[in-house]
């Protein structure tokens, strides 16, 4: 098995429209992957590998999150996990999540750069122990 070439069970992709608003934004949500990655690992998320999970969260800034919900409401398997949190559900296994970065946590991100990494971690450990509760998962 050549892991290298393989997708990791969790993915996090950044919109233009962030990565024009926030300083390296691109390479803490790297970072950031590798560490979720990690950490789901480590609490056993993918001991049967029928049932690993696929997750693939999408940042968004606050208008595209608004425009993505609007034009979403027709989907099935798609839920509000939190006000700034959109999940569509392809199957069981497999979920995209969409996260706002709101006005404010924009302004406070601009503000504070140095809090990023920090900061979306904790947002998208919430959302990733909202998927583990439902689950069936320990959390991370």
Known sequence: MDIMNETLPITIQVSEDLIDEIKNIS????????QLNFHTMSANWYGEETKILQISFTLLALSEFNLLAADQQNSL???????????????????DC?????????????????????????KL???????????????I
């Open 98 to 122: 969409y996260v706002a970065i709101t006005a404010s946590e924009l302004l406070l991100l601009q503000q504070t750069p140095k809090i990023l990494s920090g900061y979306l971690a904790k």
């Open 77 to 95: 398997k798609q839920e509000y996990l939190a006000d700034d949190v959109l999940m569509s559900s392809v199957s069981k296994q497999v979920h």
């Open 27 to 34: 390479a803490i949500s790297n970072k950031l992957a590798a």
């Open 125 to 139: 450990t919430k959302v990733l122990n909202l998927i583990a509760n439902r689950q069936g998962l320990t959390n």
